[in-house]
Structures are given as C-alpha cells and as structure tokens.
C-alpha cells in the first residue's frame, strides 16, 4: 500500500518542487495539494492522508495554526524559508522541519524519517468502521477512571483548571487538558471550535458563522476556528 501525501503551500514553485522529489520513490504518491487551509481541510475530509507537507506562511491561517485545530492529524513535516518556526514546530510533534530551498539530500532524511517513525507506530486503525461506535474516553473522575463511550458525548468544554464532558447522561469532570481528550478523539466524530470548546458533528442542531447549536446550548466559534469549522460544515 503506497503512502498518501498531501501538499499544502500557497506557492506554486514549492509545489512542484515537493511533487518531483516525490516522483523518486515509488511507495509514494501524492494524494493532493492545497494552497491554504480551508482547501486542505476539504481534501482531508474526502480521503485517507498519511504524511502532509506543510507550509507556515498562508493566507487565511498560517500552517501551525492549521496543525492545532486539528483532531489527531496524520504525520506532518513543515516547509518554509523561515528558520525562526523550527521550535514551534517540534512543539507539535513534526516528522521533520525542512527549510527552503529544499535540496533532494534534505528531502531524502525526511522521508527517511517518516517510513521510520511509519514503521515504528504501525498502520492506524481506518475511520469511519463500525468498531467506532464501541469506542470509549477514558478520564480520571471522582477519584476513579470513568469509562464514557463516544457516541454520549456532546460537547467537551474547557474552563480554567479543568475540563467538564457533556455526555447525553450527564457532566463529567476532570483534571484532563482539552488538548489531551482532543488528541484521543476520532476527527470524523469531533470537531475542535474553538480554544475552550469541542463538539461532536452528529450531535449539532444548527449554525451560523458565529455559533453552534446543540442540546440547547449555544457555543462560540473561535475566531482562529472559523475557516475551518464552517468549511467542515457545509462540506
């Protein structure tokens, strides 16, 4: 099975640069490209990516921005000409950080990288089976490790020191970082709105390009979020 790849930069030159590199290795191909978010979120929520390349500087939303309002985003490695976001971007937990212009030998120890750390993990289990609807948060509560099924849950929120789970039984709340629940959500199934704020797709009532609607609460969509979240949305 090739490795799926998509390319996310608003220059065209750096575009065609990555596509010829990719031509070198046959277990590769390259699934898509994007000139800024909203585009590569539409091609994410159409097809199975494995590995994107990634630019920082784009209209709209910069990539690490992109990177964040993502529910655990396949394997990434950063393009840019700015030395300046290498620690930002390891922060997030990239395969690599390449600087422009970048040369084939460069290109290669990424990509080296990758089928390494690709290796190492294993294939992901694919979105969208039925086993997703027996899948199951677990978080520390009252003392105890309560066990919520993902098909219960509403909304997450998050507020200063903890985070309270809006579930179709009732609230929960933990010591857990909304970070930390969103990175073991199914992005099919949730969607991140916001810094305080993430809510399942099926439970959504409706919406505006300011709010969401559901189970007769009304949350905001951050301003960061919006591109994104409306994209999905409509898409």
Do not use: W
């Amino acid at each position: 099975m090739k490795t799926r790849c998509l390319i996310i930069d608003d220059e065209p030159i750096a575009l065609e640069v990555i596509k010829a590199h990719l031509q070198h290795f046959e277990t590769v191909e390259v699934a898509g490209t994007a000139g800024n978010a909203i585009q590569a979120v539409e091609l994410l929520n159409g097809q199975p990516v494995d590995l994107i390349f990634l630019d920082i500087r784009m209209p709209q939303m910069t990539g690490l921005d992109f990177l964040r309002s993502l529910s655990n985003p396949p394997k990434v490695i950063i393009t840019t000409a700015y030395r300046d976001y290498a620690l930002a971007g390891y922060e997030l937990d990239v395969v690599d950080f390449l600087l422009k212009p970048i040369s084939f030998e460069r290109f290669l120890k990424a990509i080296q990288k990758y089928f390494k750390l690709a290796t190492t993990t294993g294939p992901k289990r694919p979105e969208g089976t039925p086993d997703d609807l027996n899948r199951y948060l677990l978080v520390r509560a009252d003392r105890k490790t309560v066990k919520i099924p993902l098909q219960q849950i509403i909304f997450i929120e998050s507020l200063k020191d903890y985070v309270k789970i809006h579930t179709t039984q009732k609230v929960i709340i933990t010591k857990e970082q909304i970070s930390h629940l969103e990175a073991n959500l199914p992005p099919h199934q949730f969607m991140r709105i916001h810094r305080s704020f993430i809510v399942a797709m099926n439970k959504i009532e409706a919406f505006s390009h300011e709010t969401i609607d559901l189970a007769g609460k009304e949350l905001p969509i951050g301003r960061s979020y919006k591109h994104l979240v409306i994209s999905r949305l409509h898409s």
